[in-house]
């Protein structure tokens, strides 16, 4: 009589078991360690004052001073129990949850600020808003990047895209002195060159990247001709379409710190707002994401339900051009009022980034697009207060943060198993 089959040993289950990741322990144990060794030997005693509201606000708070080198040590310490945290769930062979690195995130970007901002004063409530307001363009490049890759096709070129929505913008805000019509004629930029991207890449069956890359090679060129020849010297007929009016929404905008943050923005501010609730919609509750979600996992199983695989991906991505196009509008008539050479300055390239980081879902791509906002507006403010930090260092900051961010989450993270190849029907 044959014995019945047993169950697997212990042992044998022990070897099957994932396999322990110890990269982001070691990387947040690191930062907290390096943190709290800088300020203990660097950090100043000069009170920084945070300011939470102005004087003539509706409802004031008063400022709150503290010693940097006090803050590094508490915050430096509590990014240290993160660091312990985080082993303990590594060794459980558990991924390390997403707050662990954010509180030590946080902890290292409040001490440096206070460090920096020591012995003067720091308006939170204007290094919040000039955050918002700079992640607007990245949020919406990557808004436009997790569509293109969750339809099957990587989307290198929306540098380009931004940068001919923020020309565009200007120019047609200044010609036709309406903003409309501006946002329009950014937003079919973006979409025109998107089409490009999808009509080589799906049509042509083009190198995704390389077509990509071309894309904001010429547009980068063309940009900048016509800034020579036609803007630099009549920038009041083609490049002085100043910026969108704020619209403060009564009531709201008068809470302290996040009223001026959140309901006192610009126009483009608010559609950011509105589309990364609206994206996530479209893509996880209605049958059009259903379909999309298809074309960039499976894209042969989705033809054999009658989904029409080419031409599904060439409008999808051409739509998400749409708002890649708005992204660039908001560097212009939404943020700088003028459009100036190469002003997209790589935030194409940070949004693919918040994209890999926010792991194809347009809530985490958004954070991760707000991270690398901060990033540029603490570079900003720093060269502003007086930092003694080298300016090349502070320049760096933005893409200092990319780099280490993208690092945390490489191999961590899977893309849709269809983005980047071309479908050829069989």
């Not at 558990?94 to 690195?101: A, C, D, E, G, T």
């Not at 955050?131 to 808004?143: D, K, R, Y």
């Not at 990587?154 to 200007?170: S, Y």
């Not at 999309?292 to 499976?298: C, I, M, Q, T, W």
Request: zero cysteines; hydrophobic letters at 55%.
């Amino acid at each position: 009589m044959t014995a019945p089959a047993t169950a697997p040993s212990s042992s044998l289950g022990g070897q099957l078991a994932a396999p322990r990741s110890w990269r982001v322990p070691i990387v947040l144990a690191v930062v907290a360690v390096l943190s709290l060794i800088w300020f203990v030997v660097f950090g100043k005693d000069d009170p920084t004052r945070f300011t939470w509201s102005d004087p003539g606000d509706v409802l004031y708070l008063d400022p709150t001073p503290a010693n940097p080198r006090v803050l590094g040590i508490v915050l430096g310490v509590l990014s240290l129990a993160a660091a312990a945290a985080s082993f303990r769930w590594a060794w459980r062979r558990r991924p390390v949850p997403v707050w662990l690195s954010l509180i030590v995130g946080i902890a290292f970007l409040v001490s440096l600020v206070a460090w920096v901002g020591a012995g003067g004063q720091i308006t939170v409530e204007s290094l919040l808003t000039s955050t918002v307001s700079l992640s607007t363009a990245i949020v919406l490049g990557a808004l436009a990047g997790v569509i293109g890759e969750r339809v099957g096709v990587v989307n290198i070129a929306i540098e380009a895209q931004l940068l001919g929505g923020a020309f565009t913008a200007a120019v047609v805000a200044t010609t036709t002195h309406s903003y409309e019509l501006a946002l329009v004629a950014a937003m079919i930029t973006g979409a025109a060159i998107s089409a490009v991207l999808a009509w080589f890449a799906i049509t042509f069956l083009v190198d995704q990247v390389v077509v990509g890359v071309v894309l904001i090679a010429l547009v980068t060129a063309i940009t900048n001709f016509f800034y020579q020849q036609v803007l630099a010297d009549n920038s009041a007929q083609f490049n002085d379409p100043g910026t969108l009016p704020r619209l403060a929404i009564p009531g709201l905008a008068d809470i302290p710190v996040i009223g001026p943050v959140l309901f006192d923005q610009r126009l483009t501010v608010y559609l950011m707002f509105l589309l990364v609730p609206f994206v996530w919609f479209m893509l996880y509750k209605t049958r059009w994401g259903l379909r999309v979600r298809a074309l960039g996992e499976h894209p042969l199983a989705a033809d054999t339900v009658g989904i029409k695989v080419n031409r599904s991906r060439f409008w999808t991505v051409t739509l998400a051009g749409l708002i890649a196009g708005l992204g660039g509008a908001s560097l212009t008539i939404g943020y700088a009022g003028a459009f100036v050479q190469e002003m997209s300055a790589g935030k194409g390239f940070i949004a693919l980034a918040a994209v890999i980081l926010g792991r194809w879902n347009p809530w985490y791509a958004a954070l991760a697009a707000l991270l690398f906002g901060f990033a540029t507006s603490f570079r900003i403010w720093a060269g502003g207060a007086g930092a003694a930090i080298p300016s090349d260092l502070i320049a760096m900051t933005p893409y200092l943060v990319t780099i280490i961010a993208v690092a945390l989450v490489a191999g961590r993270v899977v893309a849709p198993k269809a983005s980047g190849k071309p479908y050829i029907k069989s």
